[in-house]
């Protein structure tokens, strides 16, 4: 189980690897050129979009947390 975990962990660490492509000098220039409010608004729209992508993630690790403890249960009433 821990095998399988440490290829899913590093699956996803690679997928993630052209994300930190974004962090582009052009990007960064015109955000950090942008008044006040413009700054706002893109740390709130960057929020906006994390927020339901936590809560998925959060949401399928606790379907697994429960389906592996429901699997677990029914081993060990097939053992006795």
Do not use: H
């Not at 899913?8 to 582009?24: I, K, N, T």
């Not at 906006?48 to 389906?67: E, I, K, W």
Request: net charge positive.
């Amino acid at each position: 189980m821990k095998r399988v975990l440490c290829i899913a962990g590093l699956l996803c660490a690679l997928a993630s690897a052209p994300a930190f492509g974004q962090g582009c000098a052009m990007c960064w220039s015109s955000a950090d050129a942008a008044a006040n409010r413009g700054k706002r608004a893109l740390n709130n729209g960057i929020t906006l979009m994390l927020v339901p992508t936590l809560g998925l993630m959060a949401g399928f690790a606790g379907l697994t947390v429960v389906y592996s403890r429901k699997q677990k249960d029914g081993e060990d009433d097939d053992a006795e």
